[in-house]
């Protein structure tokens, strides 16, 4: 073979692509219902929109963006998530003048130069939404419930909502004084990037994935106890909120996300089907986000959706989930019919039944081991005996039911 994709990009076939779709068009209904319209932002960004807002000390920043020059010698990014670009497109077209809270769902490509393996690619898919201009904690508690009822439409059970608050700017430098004495006598353990961070972000230490830190993070202080009065009553509510909604989740202190853009609330939804890469959404607020970015002071709050770790999991619960295959398939007998089941696919498919035929004027056995294969309900069978009578036998595959329909009524013809 002369030709491969490159490593950790991957193509997406039937029948994989009909739990894509089902997954996208069910997040467009529900993401709808809650009031997200859909945003459309570019692929490729500056380099320094990433930079700034997710931040230089994190994995993403240091070690896994796809950065090239343009051809004029500007720095590109193509998006390695989706929130810097819609709060770039949010400032820049003046959405903050529109009535609050505005809230955008998005969903495409987002590429990170990471070691590939099961549950993480270097082109991967997510949808995620930003809602901003309210910081009430009962947007968070609607996003969370809007998750959960994405979920069960999408007959996923027994996931984790793991849930927490890394507070705001007020509560921060005295959590990470306590962090800095923490690792004090730790520092020379921790991972290299863990020991640069240690100075510059000591909060990214407990992001961290090596063995070694997520040991040596055993017993670290908890955010939660450094809450400024604000913060903890935000927390409060948001929890108490959860609890009224019925939402089962579980409070993770050292949950803090890897994106330092985040304040007070943080979640993400994990599964057991899924080894070791086991988020498949994650989110949180980010209060300060629009303003540093140069736009009016506007709290905000948003997720992401690894779509391939989700279609992962319905695989693993629903694997017959949404196969789409053909609903009649029309097996003819000689030139005539064949000719004859053509127009009547043509009739079915323009009701928007969707009906396969068989090629190459191939025995009726075969025709209908195909129409097997491809998981057909139905099978009508034309041939010199029907064109005369006016009359096709069809047949029910699935419980093996049969009967007659007219060749004039074929096209009213309805599941049963
Ligand atoms: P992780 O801890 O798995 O590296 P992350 O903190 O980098 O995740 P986010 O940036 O918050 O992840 O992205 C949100 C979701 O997107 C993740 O929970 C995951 O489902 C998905 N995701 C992130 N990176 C990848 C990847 N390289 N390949 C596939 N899916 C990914
Ligand atoms: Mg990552």
Redesign the pocket.
């Known amino acids: 073979m002369k030709y491969s994709a490159l490593k950790g990009v991957h193509d997406i076939l039937p029948p994989d692509i009909y739990i894509w779709q089902k997954a996208e068009s069910t997040a467009k209904e529900i993401f709808s219902a809650y009031g997200f319209q859909e945003i459309r932002v570019p692929i490729i960004e500056s380099t320094d929109i990433f930079v700034r807002s997710i931040g230089e000390t994190t994995?993403?920043v240091e070690k896994e963006m796809y950065t090239f020059p343009d051809r004029a010698d500007r720095s590109i990014t193509l998006r390695?998530?989706g929130t810097a670009p819609v709060v770039r497109s949010y400032i820049e077209n003046h959405l903050y003048n529109l009535p609050s809270p505005q809230k955008f769902f998005y969903s495409g490509p987002?590429f990170?130069y990471?070691r590939p393996q099961k549950?993480?690619?270097?082109q991967?898919y997510?949808i995620g939404v930003e809602a901003f201009g309210a910081a009430e904690p009962k947007l968070d508690a609607e996003i969370i419930s809007m998750l959960k009822l994405f979920l069960e439409r999408l007959r996923i059970k027994e996931l984790k909502f793991e849930v927490n608050s890394i507070g705001c700017e007020k509560c921060r430098p005295d959590y990470k004084k306590a962090l800095v004495s923490f690792f004090s006598a730790k520092v020379a353990d921790l991972c290299p990037d863990c020991n640069r961070r240690y100075i510059n972000n000591p909060l990214r230490i407990l992001?961290c994935?090596s063995s070694a830190c997520t040991e040596l993070r055993k017993g670290s202080p908890k955010i939660t106890d450094y809450l400024c009065k604000d913060c903890q009553s935000h927390f409060e509510e948001f929890l108490s909120l959860l609890n009224i909604l019925h939402i089962t989740y579980n409070v993770n202190p050292s949950m803090v996300?890897?994106?330092d853009y985040y304040t007070r609330t943080t979640f993400?939804i994990t599964s057991e089907h899924l080894g070791s890469?086991k988020?498949?959404?994650?989110?949180g607020r980010y209060d300060r986000l629009v303003e540093e970015f140069g736009g009016p002071a506007t709290p905000a709050i948003g997720f992401?959706?690894?779509m391939?770790?989700l279609v992962e999991i319905i695989k693993n619960v629903n694997p017959e989930f949404c196969i789409l295959s053909p609903k009649v398939f029309i097996a003819a007998i000689g030139s005539k019919a064949s000719t004859e089941g053509l127009l009547i696919a043509e009739k079915l498919r323009s009701k928007g039944m969707q009906a396969e035929l068989g090629y190459d004027n191939v025995s009726l056995k075969s025709q209908l081991r195909r129409a097997d294969k491809l998981g057909s309900n139905y099978v009508f069978i034309i041939g010199d005996d029907e064109l005369q009578s006016g009359m096709i036998k069809w047949k029910n595959l699935k419980d093996g039911s049969q009967g007659e329909i007219g060749i004039r009524d074929a096209a009213e013809f309805r599941e049963l």
């Open positions: 994995d993403i390695p998530e987002m990170r990471e549950g993480r690619f270097r991967f997510q992001d994935k996300r890897g994106l993400e890469q988020t498949v959404v994650a989110g992401a959706i690894g391939e770790r």
